[in-house]
């Protein structure tokens, strides 16, 4: 079987998916070329990757790839991944599909009208308690989610912010609070199947902890999505505050899963899964508190070597399945983007209206999402006249 030929465009968070193509011991992924914008970057990469390099993402658009993973700037994927799937290319998006409502309208539309793969490759589900947990809460161990909880607090001093956001208009020194949600999501989305229908959520301000940067945005967002069983998730955007935590917690009608919430050196803490059981949901012979270090599901061992705790191995690999198969990817396909893409947009729309609830379109229904055809509402400065929201909240 002919290996499916991937370019890769972003040559800094884009070379993870890069390396994991390149050191696939399956030989299914074949990395062809990287594309990248700056030219100092391309040269660092040339250092390490003996493929094809381009500027232009229309001229790599060009060649014979037959697939595309983009790990541009935030906010700038769909019109990047609707010319791919125009161009006759799959796609596998590394962060929010869409910037805009109406971006996660048009790019639904692309998928219908190709039918090509596409993919949005939210990496944190697919970590060894990720996993784990979807597997207790798949097998019944605490019955159905009522509450949940996601958290992702990923600090920086100034001299790091800098070596991320390096000029001042970086849309990391733009992204609303909101935003960059989901780490915390999707994984929770992930292990209890459950799907997004509303968001309210407030933003919390504190210059401090921008102070020496160039950031026009607040440290920390508290946001609680309504799913579509019913549940409650209390989320949080990226949080540039307190210390660096990663933690999940599932409850369930009669028990609790729970991820380590120290962080050690390592995404969980000491890696032991919690597991608290309700005493009058649960049999007397059944242990009620419990826990164990979870380990890579038999066959899935290489992913220790990837990024993200794991996470980046799946992605490579989830993609290379639904390309094969022609099927959807089940984590996640274009609608369950364009969703968590809306809880990012729409929740910053609450937060600037004091938690106003807001309606999450099933992305599926054309009638649904036709209402933010031209939506275009946007925290980003941008040359299209597209109207330009807050970045933050009033004091």
Not at 44 to 64: H, I, P, Q, W
Not at 88 to 102: C, D, L, N, R, S
Not at 182 to 206: D, E, Q, Y
Not at 244 to 273: C, M
Request: glycine share 8%.
């Amino acid at each position: 079987m002919k290996p499916i030929k991937l370019g890769v465009i972003g040559a800094r968070r884009g070379l993870s998916f890069a390396r994991s193509a390149q050191n696939s011991e399956s030989q299914e992924l074949e990395l062809s070329c990287i594309c990248d914008f700056s030219d100092e970057k391309i040269e660092n990469a040339a250092k390490d990757f003996n493929v094809d390099f381009y500027t232009d993402f229309d001229e790599m658009l060009k060649s014979d790839i037959d697939a595309v993973v983009l790990a541009n700037f935030f906010h700038e994927h769909a019109p990047f991944a609707i010319k791919a799937m125009k161009a006759g290319k799959h796609v596998m998006t590394e962060t929010i599909p869409a910037g805009t409502m109406a971006e996660a309208v048009a790019l639904c539309e692309a998928v219908e009208e190709t039918g090509m793969t596409y993919m949005f490759a939210e990496n944190y589900p697919f970590t060894k308690m990720g996993l784990a947990m979807k597997t207790e809460y798949e097998a019944g161990t605490i019955g159905k989610s009522i509450y949940g909880e996601g958290e992702y607090m990923h600090p920086f001093d100034a001299e790091g912010f800098f070596k991320i956001a390096p000029f001042a208009s970086h849309w990391r020194n733009y992204v609303p609070s909101t935003y960059y949600s989901t780490h915390a999501l999707a994984p929770l989305m992930f292990m209890t199947g459950a799907k997004p229908i509303s968001v309210n959520a407030l933003s919390i301000k504190n210059d401090k902890v921008s102070e020496g940067t160039d950031r026009r945005n607040d440290p920390l967002a508290i946001m609680l999505c309504t799913m579509d069983n019913g549940s409650v998730f209390r989320i949080t955007g990226w949080g540039n505050a307190g210390g660096h935590s990663i933690w999940y917690r599932v409850v369930g009608e009669k028990g609790t899963i729970e991820a380590p919430r120290a962080y050690d050196g390592g995404y969980f803490g000491n890696g032991q899964l919690s597991i608290m059981l309700n005493e009058h949901e649960t049999d007397e012979s059944v242990n009620k508190i419990s826990s164990y270090k979870p380990e890579w599901p038999k066959g899935f061992e290489d992913a220790q070597k990837a990024g993200h705790g794991g996470g980046d191995y799946f992605m490579n690999k989830n993609f290379l399945d639904a390309v094969r198969s022609g099927n959807p990817p089940k984590h996640f396909d274009v609608y369950d983007g364009a969703a968590m893409s809306a809880v990012a947009i729409l929740g910053w729309r609450s937060a600037l209206s004091s938690g106003t609830p807001m309606e999450i379109p099933d992305f599926r229904d054309k009638v649904a999402r036709e209402k933010y055809r031209n939506d275009y509402q946007t925290p980003f400065p941008n040359d299209k006249s597209w109207p330009v929201l807050p970045t933050t909240i009033e004091k």
